[in-house]
Each structure stands twice: as C-alpha cells, then as structure tokens.
C-alpha cells in the first residue's frame, strides 16, 4: 500500500482540477483525508479482524461501494457549506476516495483490493505494480520505509504536482 501521505497528494491534486470553491478550507481538508479514509481498517488488526477477511485491510473499505457511500455522506453534510451542487461533489469525494484502492491495486504486496464488495470478495491487482507496498505502523520508519516513500516521490507525487500544475494553470487562466 503507499503511504497515507501519498494517498493524501492525490487528493488534493485532483481538488486542483474541479470547479468547486478554492477558497475553503474544508474542501481542501476534505480533499487530502478521504483517500486515507479506507486506510482505517487497519485498526481491526488490534481487534482480531483477520488480514484477509472482507472486514481486514483493502477489504470492504476499500471498495467502489463504500467510496460511493463514502463520497454521498460527505457531499450530503458539507455541500450547502461549500456552496456546491450535491451530486457533483458526491461524484469528485467519492472518485478521490476511489483513488485509494486503485493505488493499493498498483503496489507489489498483499492480497489485492476487494474493489466489488460486498458483491465479491474477491481481491484484485492491476496488471501494472510500479509502487512497492509501504511497511506499516513504526516500520515505516526503517530503511524500506524509505525506499518505499522515494519511489512514491517519483511516482505519486511528481504525478500529482504536474496534475496540480495543470490544475492551478487552468484556473488562473479563469480569472
């Protein structure tokens, strides 16, 4: 899986290409933590929840039903906040929340992503793993912890900065 810090990138990078109010904080907040978001599932190892069940990491909260439900809950509290149209928001949070998976599904390490559930509980991986699988907890912080956030440089985020730059260009150009 990469890092929360990268998921958190493609977030706002793609923030950077929709219509919605750039002037507001919570769009932006938002926009860096729901491609974390399924990442929380790995709080049910200290439960007992096994790696591999529907309920364990990159299952069900990483699926492309729970970023639907994901992105419709949020759109649904934040929308009149943020000035927006509902669905259109529902659509960028849950495709941002989406993104996760598809990271996850491009990394060279564990089972897959449970994309279809609770339909299928099936795990799936791209044909293409480019980003090596992020140690987890204080690992991280070791010599493959490194290794593993350097490719993400190169990979992820000199991706979501050119994304980024396109981004701000075009709204530049808007005003």
């Known amino acids: 899986m990469p890092t929360v810090m990268s998921h958190a990138v493609v977030g706002l990078a793609l923030g950077t290409l929709t219509p919605f109010p750039a002037r507001r904080h919570l769009f932006w907040i938002l926009s860096a933590a729901l491609p974390v978001l399924p990442d929380l599932d790995v709080l049910g190892l200290a439960f007992g929840i096994r790696f591999h069940s529907i309920w364990g990491h990159r299952g069900i909260s990483h699926s492309l039903a729970a970023a639907l439900l994901i992105g419709l809950l949020t759109a649904l509290v934040v929308h009149r906040r943020l000035g927006t149209r509902l669905v259109p928001l529902a659509l960028y949070f849950a495709l941002i929340t989406a993104s996760h998976?598809?990271?996850?599904?491009?990394?060279?390490?564990?089972?897959?992503?449970?994309?279809?559930?609770?339909?299928d509980d099936g795990r799936y991986l791209l044909?293409?793993?480019?980003?090596?699988?992020?140690?987890?907890?204080?690992?991280?912080?070791?010599?493959?912890?490194?290794?593993?956030?350097?490719?993400?440089?190169?990979?992820?985020?000199?991706?979501?900065?050119?994304?980024?730059?396109?981004?701000?260009?075009?709204?530049?150009?808007?005003?």
């Open 101 to 119: 998976g598809m990271l996850d599904a491009c990394t060279n390490g564990g089972p897959g992503v449970a994309f279809w559930a609770p339909f």
């Open 127 to 175: 044909p293409w793993h480019p980003i090596p699988a992020s140690p987890i907890a204080a690992s991280f912080f070791s010599a493959w912890g490194w290794r593993v956030f350097k490719a993400e440089l190169l990979l992820i985020w000199l991706s979501a900065g050119l994304v980024a730059t396109i981004g701000i260009a075009k709204r530049c150009r808007s005003l």
